[in-house]
């Protein structure tokens, strides 16, 4: 799959995990890190990032009386990511941004592949179709264990989704889809331990994500500092 490098000068940077693994609070996190050394950063998320699907991610995650098909929930999250591509990330990619985005196509290959077991190879598919095959330059997978991320979801009763109440053996399911990505993939995926304190975990992101800039926009990759280091001479 052709990277976002080939078709755009940004930085196209995602992060995954499954439920209560603390990403979104990270991707906040990093978005000020890399705001504050120069770097002009775009956040969003999937499924969302444009009005019509922040309409279908309401569908995807509300409890309904009527089970959604597995089926019927990939092509919704593709019909999303369509719109979010077009509208949003291609855009902001070539006006070389960096694009820092809540979730992207390895989640749809965790979650409706290796969760809901729909094939894999008919998902990879129809995501280069929908994507246009485009592919993040980095991805950042927030791992923690499935009865930690629960109990962290489930004692939040106001923000509980559709997901959030699925079995735990769909979670486990998941968190193995992410690690077999990983594998996989070993040069774009990165595994973060995300059990330890947020600040722990910002610490180990901003030291992940800072350190491959450099080395893919830089000649020489700069040595690790405790913060967030300067990415713009």
Known sequence: MPSASRQSPGIFITLEGGEGSGKTTQA??????LTAQGLTVLRTREPGGTLLAERVRT??????KETIAPETEALLILAARRQHVDHVIKPALAQGKTVVCDRFSDSTMAYQGYGRGLDLRILRTMNNWATGKLAPHLTLVFDVPVSVGLQRRRGQDATQNRLDREAERFHKNV???F????KKEPRRI????ASSSIE????EVEYL???WIKTHRFPKPR?????CPSLIS
Do not use: P, W, Y
């Not at 990165?190 to 331990?193: A, E, F, K, S």
């Open 179 to 182: 690690h077999a990505l990983a």
């Open 190 to 193: 990165m595994m973060v331990d």
């Open 200 to 203: 722990s975990v910002e610490r």
């Open 223 to 227: 040595r690790r500092e405790d913060r």
């Open 209 to 211: 994500v800072t350190n």
């Open 175 to 177: 968190r193995a889809g």
């Open 28 to 33: 906040r996190r990093l978005c000020a890190c």
């Open 59 to 64: 569908i995807l995650l509300d409890h309904h």
